[in-house]
């Protein structure tokens, strides 16, 4: 059972906008800053948000991260099939005095 | 640039011990913080603790706190669990820590370590 909630799953046409959403606490979204990572099958995580809305340099700009309250969201738009992977939000803690994510979104570009 | 590299796959019996090496290459070791995240097959990702290189200084998640040990040495983090069970069956992944005390930057990740508690 994680912290973080997101939807198991999520699906898209290429070209189109998809969001992803991640919901949480007072303890942590409602006051530290939200994470995005992207993972394909047998590799590790990469950074795809930082800081709720900010990419590190590499990311395209198709990604952007949002927060409001206890949750954030991710949207991709101009989805692509190179997008499939899973998606992991994450964030501090502080009851739990560590990092808590959510349990991830596979995405399907159909 | 900077990379993590992680020591290979373990097949391990139920009640034995694991350890998990991390090499860092490219950066100030002892300037960032070393998590280690596991993430059971088809699950989601979960944190385990953390090691201040400079220091030793280790804080670990209360689920693993008696059973796990973090330690470094001059460019090498490691992870060990001990008393394993079946469900400790995972990839374990070490990620350098980023940004502020209270955020959950990792950045990079270690390619994954596959640890497998099997009879």
Redesign the interface.
Known sequence: Q?VLTQPPSASGTPGQRITISCSGGSSNIGV??V?W?QQFPG?????LI??NNQR?SGVPDRFSGSKSGTSASLAIRGLRSEDEADY?C???D?S?????????TKLAVL | QVQLVQSGAEVKRPGASVKVSCEASGHTFTGYYM?W?RQAPG?????MG?INPNSGGT?Y??KFQGRVIMTRDINTAYMELSRLRFDDTAVY?C?RK??GN???????????TLVTVSS
Do not use: C, H, I, M
């Open positions: 994680s530290n800053f994470y990572y590799t590790a995580p990469k950074l930082y800081r590190p992991y994450a964030t501090w502080d739990l005095s560590g990092p808590v994510f959510g349990g991830g | 998590y995240v699950q989601g990702l979960e944190w953390r804080d998640a209360q992944f990620a980023g940004g209270r955020e959950a930057w990792f950045d990079p990740w270690g390619q994954g």
